[in-house]
């Protein structure tokens, strides 16, 4: 017995040792290398980890001795959670793309630093300065630039010109108001004699993040949902009522797109289906549809009412604390190298984001694209009328305040008034302590 | 626990063994130490977690640089006032009370049906316990497809009695269902494994004499079969309980809680309190609330139950 009990403490011992020895291995030869971890999400369809894949190793063969563990996290809702229990239980990751309206929520939390301090040289202020102002409106918040633009979109409308055609539609030209939208879609929407519907004339969709399309609403509305600071909500106004009330007539009065809530993740396979002939959808979905439509397709602004417009989206890089000032030197390097016009304009063209500096639609690259693909400057058109995502203090809980509210007027158990009322109540509640 | 005789207890070893150790001491350090293994896991993993949540639910959320402080039964006060847990523990309630019924009365009838002597047996047995195989996030995805309005499976089929296209998870009155179903169909398999094995436990002899006697087929299972199941229903009721409180993997798939918080359940909104809106000490009092109701739970089913159940 006791002779068993010594083999049991040598095996013990001896893979106690190994561990060690391999311990000491590996941060051995680590040593030399600066190494950062990066966690991303992906939010679009397309091969997205192969791409970001190659510009890591694009970096690492430019930048000998600097090492990127890029890491899907999954979802945005996913990567920011892992991205901040990290960072709660001591490792956060170094760099990572987060929702832009996501800055909040991470400057309370103490977890980032800002850019501001790592501009030393011209080039790097020139650098700071030298993205589309729309995307920066969620990027700075008292005085400071919190986050840089990456995967920037804006929302587009997709339509099925053999759709329009069939309907005795211009296939050419796109509803361009809220009147002129509910007209064409009456006319694209097919129903047999029973009443059933094989098309729908539009799909706008409200799960994961309704509140984020519906800003495509009340900005051509003319209303905004908050202020620049983070601390007050609008969504109470008769301007963001009116505009809950059209989305929910497009359903419930003028019976041209489903009723309750429509799925994000299948809105597009309804386009490419032909179960409804327009979309709304992320503008980073353009090179899924161009790759999957069987059909001549468009894009176009989102229709105007009062005014036009749409909010911006997608995520941007923070560089989170607790690094060295030698790794936080890489960190930027990195955030720089992939961000320059080149960049910008290669990731845009394989994704569909839009490319998030002026200078990289006049990059050759991106002119030959442009000049085959028009549909690719849509969104590049309409960040003159984009504003700022939906962000706040808390941001998390305030979006989901506005979320039910919609759903519930969808679904049609409020009426907008009534649930518009109720998600501006709510809001404030939780903004209180912000006041 | 079907009438298994208990299992043979070890004998104590006699005195001598131990003596060369020494004192009585000795004997309880020996004790405690072989206890230890189990004891830390138990203490590190199950207890000291659960006191720590009720602790924490005191606490206010610390947040950057703000540290947590002492504020009483705030966060019970929230909740309280907190539209969406009401919502949530009401869904549950409705959700609980649909699938732990609905999938033991399948299980039963699975393995009713695949005791007998039919046709294609092994075939059915499988099929039958597939879904149990599949991870919850895989099954949650085959049925978001089944679901989905227009092209789905569901809809596909009732097409074919030219009905119109269903939202099925985008309607707050189907959504709820559309869950239920999914995890009904998800439980029945295991459940099934555990009747199979307590039917085939049940002397043949009881059918021949209940035969002889002239009793039905249906008067010999609820007076016969029902009852010496009994034991292997309460084993399945605890577990189905706990799964209706624990399981939400497919609520992340499918609906996220939506539309309108029609289909959260607690266990999901305390995950999205706790890594969506980092409210920890909220999350913490919803915490306790579900292990305080999950403990009343455990507790009235063994006591009350498990007197009323025959063990042969």
């Known amino acids: ?435 | 626990m079907h009438g298994v005789e208990p299992l043979a207890v070890a004998q104590p070893p006699p005195q001598a063994q131990y003596a060369r150790g020494g004192s009585a001491l000795a004997v309880h350090i020996y004790g405690w130490l072989l206890l230890l293994p189990a004891a830390v896991l138990l203490v590190a993993f199950t207890h000291y977690p659960a006191v720590q949540t009720l602790i924490d639910s005191f606490y206010s959320t610390p947040r950057g640089r703000r540290g947590a402080v002492f504020v009483g039964l705030d966060n019970y006060q929230t909740m309280l006032a907190d539209p969406v847990f009401w919502r949530a523990l009401q869904n549950n309630v409705v959700y609980a009370t649909s699938v732990i019924p609905l999938t033991i009365a399948l299980a039963l009838a699975m393995a009713l049906l695949i005791n007998g002597k039919i046709a294609g047996r092994p075939f059915l047995r499988l099929s039958f316990f597939t879904p149990t195989v599949l991870p919850m996030i895989a099954v949650a995805n085959i049925w978001l497809f089944f679901y989905s309005p227009g092209y789905g499976l569901l809809d596909q089929i009732l097409g074919l009695f030219d009905s119109s296209t269903h939202n099925w998870l985008g309607d707050e009155h189907t959504a709820l269902g559309c869950l239920i179903a999914v995890a009904v169909w998800k439980d029945a398999g295991f459940f099934m494994i555990f009747y199979l094995a307590a039917l085939q436990q049940i002397s043949p002899q009881l059918a021949e004499a209940a035969a002889l006697e002239g009793a039905g087929r249906w008067y010999f299972f609820r007076r016969v079969t029902f009852p010496l199941l009994m034991p292997t229903t309460l084993f399945v009721l605890v577990n189905a309980v706990i799964n209706s409180f624990r399981l939400v993997d497919h609520i992340v798939v499918m609906t996220q809680g939506g539309p309108d918080n029609t289909t959260a359940l607690l266990l999901f909104y305390i995950y999205e309190v706790g890594f969506k809106f980092w409210d920890t000490a909220y999350a913490a009092t919803l915490t306790v609330v579900l292990l305080v109701l999950l403990a009343c739970l455990a507790l009235g089913q063994f006591l009350i139950l498990d007197r009323r159940i025959h063990y042969q």
């Open chain 1, 1 to 435: 017995m006791f002779c068993t009990k010594v083999k049991w403490l040598a095996a013990i011992a001896a893979v106690a040792l190994v561990a060690l020895a391999t311990g000491i291995m590996t941060s051995a030869a680590t040593a030399k290398d600066i190494v950062l971890s990066f966690y991303y999400p992906v939010a679009v369809g397309g091969p997205i980890t192969k791409i970001i894949d190659g510009y890591v190793a694009d970096f690492e063969k430019e930048n000998p001795g600097i090492k990127i563990n890029a890491i899907y996290a999954g979802t945005y809702q996913d990567t920011l959670t892992k991205a901040l229990t990290a960072f709660k239980s001591g490792e956060p990751p170094d760099i990572a793309v987060l929702l832009s309206t996501d800055m909040f929520t991470l400057i309370d939390e103490d977890a980032i630093t800002p850019f501001d301090d790592l501009l030393k040289t011209d080039a790097d202020k020139t650098w700071a300065k030298s993205f589309f102002p729309a995307f920066m409106e969620n990027s700075q918040t008292g005085g400071k630039t919190w986050g840089i633009p990456f995967q920037r979109s804006t929302i587009v409308m997709f339509w099925n010109k053999d759709a329009f055609k069939d309907a005795g539609l211009d296939p050419d030209k796109a509803p361009d108001t809220w009147d002129e939208l509910v007209a064409d879609g009456g006319k694209l929407t097919k129903r047999d004699a029973s009443g059933n519907v094989s098309q729908w004339g539009i799909e706008i969709p409200s799960t994961g993040f309704p509140y984020w399309l519906f800003q495509g609403l009340t900005t051509a509305d003319d209303v905004r949902l908050m202020n620049q600071a983070g601390t007050t909500t609008y969504f109470d106004k008769p301007g963001v009522v009116q505009a809950l009330q059209y989305w929910v007539d497009l359903s419930r009065k003028y019976k041209i797109q489903p009723e309750g809530t429509i799925e994000w993740g299948t809105t597009p396979k309804d386009f490419f289906e032909r179960k409804t002939a327009i979309m709304w959808t992320s503008t980073g979905n353009l090179t899924n549809v161009r790759a999957n439509a069987k059909f001549p397709f468009g894009v176009a602004m989102l229709p105007a009412h009062q005014g036009r417009g749409s909010p911006t989206g997608g995520g941007n890089f923070y560089l989170f604390k607790k690094m060295a000032n030698e790794e936080r030197d890489a960190a930027f390097k990195f955030v720089k190298w992939m961000t320059t016009p080149e960049r910008a304009a290669d990731w845009g063209i394989a994704t569909g984001y839009v490319a998030v500096r002026p200078d990289a639609w006049d990059t050759s690259k991106m002119k030959k694209y442009v000049a085959d693909f028009p549909a690719a400057a849509v969104a590049r058109d309409q960040l003159k009328y984009a504003v700022a995502e939906l962000s706040t203090h808390d941001n998390q809980r305030v979006t989901k305040a506005l979320n039910d509210g919609l759903q519930a007027a969808l679904t049609g158990t409020k009426t907008p008034q009534q649930a518009m009322t109720d998600a501006q109540q709510e809001a404030a509640r939780i903004l209180k302590p912000y006041q």
